[in-house]
């Protein structure tokens, strides 16, 4: 049953072609509801379509550089952004940190609130279950954990629940699979199910920015898309959902 539902929810979240839409946005996973608000908000006021692709940075990463059909990416990491810039995929000149975020512990609704500090006994907490977290090895959301858990001397000896992105982690949590889970704040705040049950101090792991930009082969359409996103409207809704908004 944990396979098929994980299998489902990987599904709903891979690239799905675009067909007739005029621009197509690969983005993390954790911009969801801001991204599919912020395009709806985009077509009402330009009429221009827009496909909205979410998954893990590194899955969307690999597949631009696989093949064409991503117009903009936004990554969760400038790992994976930096990852197709050096590979010549992105348009010059138009990359830019676009947001920030905070990585979280998190638990259920109902759960109690935890401190984390050197010598937290995170095995206890999990009550006999698996800590959720995206993929360390490839997933930001699971990169920034795994720094901060080893950073807190944690890391060695935690049981995992891998997963391949952060929303899958987050539904981990939600549906009771596991005690607690590693998300982003932003990511917390759009699951009623779950609670934020302590927040990792920033300095215990690289700042999460997430840059977007144009890919090489983008259309025309998608040079108006990316300055839409810095506008001020755009800041309200990404502010109101939690991201920090970097820049002007």
């Known amino acids: 049953m944990l396979f098929r539902r994980v299998l489902l929810a990987t599904l709903l979240l891979l690239p799905l072609p675009a067909h007739a839409a005029d621009l197509t946005v690969f983005a993390a996973a954790s911009l969801a509801e801001t991204l599919n608000r912020l395009a709806a908000d985009y077509q009402r006021q330009t009429g221009k379509t ?10 969307l ?3 631009i550089e696989a093949s064409a ?9 400038e790992e994976w952004m930096d990852y197709l810039e050096g590979k010549g995929l992105l348009a010059a000149g138009t990359r830019r940190d676009l947001l920030g975020n ?3 512990l998190i638990g259920p609704a109902d759960g109690p609130d935890l401190r984390l500090a050197p010598g937290f006994d995170l095995i206890s907490a999990l009550k006999g279950g698996r800590l959720a977290i995206a993929d360390p090895a490839t997933v930001p959301a699971g990169k920034y954990g795994r720094q901060a858990l080893s950073a807190l001397k944690l890391w060695d000896g935690t049981p995992l629940a891998p997963a391949e992105n952060v929303r899958v982690a987050l539904a ?7 005690p607690l889970g590693i998300v982003y704040e932003t990511d917390a705040r759009a699951e009623a199910k779950v609670k ?3 927040i990792f101090p920033e300095n215990l792991h690289t700042p999460i920015r997430y840059p977007a930009a144009l890919t090489r082969d983008a259309r025309p359409e998608a040079q108006a898309f990316l300055p839409f996103l810095s506008s001020p409207g755009a800041r309200v809704v990404f502010s109101r959902a939690g991201f920090r908004v970097l820049g002007r």
């Open 50 to 59: 827009i496909a909205v692709s979410l998954a893990a940075s590194s899955v």
């Open 69 to 77: 059909g991503a117009d903009i990416f936004i990554s969760a990491d």
């Open 196 to 198: 934020v049950a302590a």
């Open 102 to 104: 905070r990585l979280v």
């Open 61 to 63: 990463a690999k597949q």
């Open 172 to 178: 981990y949590v939600a549906r009771g699979e596991a």
